[in-house]
């Protein structure tokens, strides 16, 4: 089953399996963390050209995070949710934050509801590392690399530091990567088609509404990305 031929909101929502469709390919190996990793084929294709230029510069590409469907996308949050994987490094969410809409705001510092992620696209991707110290010390060059040429390949990081322009949403994320000339448009169809009612079928699904998950996150990107 194709981009195509399901649903616009159950495919902005990852509700639909990447396996099925043909618009999808599997990462090699050289460039993939984990086995069967999917992205769509046109970032594919960019994030190759990509890396490719930065290796002929000194740099490696590892794919840490690649498409996340809406049920892998449950997995890590109701895991978080519930204390069974931490969040920060350390903190046991469930039991550190009881009141459930603190819960929710603390998980969504670096994790998307199951419905809300850009991971559901086909089109983001983390690279080399999840934390911003990495890129700090021995990512640095690397990071720098990608800042000064990653748009040559259509590529921009969504999350950047907090500001005027971007005063909502995730946290800085210096390793999560966007392929634009795909994701410009599922940024805009998400903005327009999702609303609270369709956020559900997950633990805690019932703050989103206090939250505005589509103002505040997903158009909580750079303003480049949207």
């Not at 599997?26 to 994030?47: N, T």
């Not at 969040?87 to 510092?109: F, M, Q, V």
């Not at 940024?187 to 019932?206: C, V, W």
């Not at 505005?212 to 303003?223: A, E, F, Q, R, S």
Request: glycine letters at 6%.
């Amino acid at each position: 089953m194709s981009i195509e031929s399901v649903s616009r909101k159950d495919f902005l929502r990852g509700r639909f399996d990447p396996l099925d469709d043909p618009n999808f390919v599997i990462i090699e190996q050289k460039y993939a963390d984990k086995d069967s990793m999917l992205m769509q084929s046109e970032a594919y294709e960019a994030f190759l050209k990509m890396a490719a230029a930065g290796e002929d510069d000194g740099h490696s590409f590892c794919i840490l995070s690649a498409t996340r469907n809406f049920a892998y996308q449950k997995y890590l949050w109701e895991n978080k949710w519930y204390g069974i994987f931490p969040i920060n490094g350390t903190i046991d969410a469930c039991t550190t934050y009881p009141n459930e809409l603190t819960r929710a705001k603390k998980i969504l510092e670096f994790s998307a509801m199951p419905g809300t992620s850009r991971h559901h696209w086909g089109t983001d991707i983390d690279i080399n590392g999840l934390d911003n110290d990495y890129f700090d010390k021995e990512g640095k060059e690397w990071y720098e690399w990608m800042t000064e040429n990653a748009s040559k390949f259509g590529y921009y990081q969504p999350y950047t530091a907090y500001s005027k322009d971007r005063p909502a949403g995730y946290k800085e994320e210096k390793w999560h990567w966007t392929y634009l000339p795909l994701s410009l448009q599922y940024t805009h169809e998400a903005a327009a088609i999702i609303n609270d009612q369709l956020i559900d079928g997950f633990a805690g699904s019932e703050q989103s509404d206090k939250l505005d998950i589509v103002k505040n996150y997903i158009l909580g990107i750079h303003p480049g990305c949207k």
